[in-house]
């Protein structure tokens, strides 16, 4: 079992920069593939980005402006988000999985912190 807390999120101007965190519990963080996904209203979730060991993902929505990084030291993982878009306003989930499962299917994921808003206004 691994519990995850996500903070960082808040509200900003489009064309700005914001770093989510997910603190996970548990002494076995770093056999877990970390995922970022999205949820805006109306809309279903959606894959943000992956780490497992150290290979990153992303979606190509996402691909030069996010960054996905872990500090398995600090059990917690991050996405820094850059250029930030009034499209990119969503609740942000962090979630985990074993390290050889996939990652891209909000439905295959076992693990999942409660979500922090990120509003990007225009």
């Known amino acids: 079992q691994v519990q995850l807390v996500e903070s960082g999120g808040g509200l900003l101007q489009a064309g700005g920069s914001l770093r989510l965190s997910c603190a996970a519990s548990?002494?076995?963080?770093?056999?877990?593939?970390m995922v970022w996904f999205r949820q805006a209203p109306g809309k279903e979730r959606e894959f943000v980005a992956a780490?497992?060991?150290?290979?990153?993902y992303y979606a190509d929505s996402v691909k030069g402006r996010f960054t996905v990084s872990r500090d398995n030291a600090k059990n917690t993982v991050y996405l820094q988000m850059n250029s930030l878009k009034p499209e990119d306003t969503a609740v942000y989930y962090c979630a985990a999985t074993d390290l050889d499962r996939p990652v891209s299917d909000p439905r295959g994921l076992p693990y999942w912190g409660q979500g922090t808003q990120v509003t990007v206004s225009s």
């Open positions: 780490i497992r060991r150290t290979a990153e």
């Open positions: 548990g002494r076995t963080f770093s056999s877990y593939a």
